[in-house]
């Protein structure tokens, strides 16, 4: 079995309501499309292959690693506290 049978398919519809290109993911997330690869290679995004080799990726794993970062970030020093 090929890599490509494991990939679900995905109908056109459904890919353009659900899901944005590598390089929207990676301006809404303010990374490199480089990292987008590296994020969808671990898992960590959910992400299929469509014709022509094009990597697009899910809104909704996109919203979540969003969310993830956020609640994972320090908050900014105010003064006197830490300072």
């Known amino acids: 079995m090929n890599r490509h049978d494991q990939e679900p398919i995905v109908e056109p519809d459904d890919l353009a309501a659900n899901y944005m290109s590598s390089a929207d993911a990676a301006q809404a997330l303010r990374v490199s499309r480089q990292r987008i690869s590296a994020l969808v290679k671990a898992g960590r ?8 080799g094009r990597v697009m990726v899910a809104n909704e794993s996109v919203a979540a690693y969003q ?11 105010e003064e006197g506290i830490g300072a």
């Open 67 to 77: 969310r993830e970062r956020e609640i994972g970030r320090p908050y900014p020093r």
């Open 45 to 52: 995004l959910q992400a299929v292959r469509v014709h022509g």
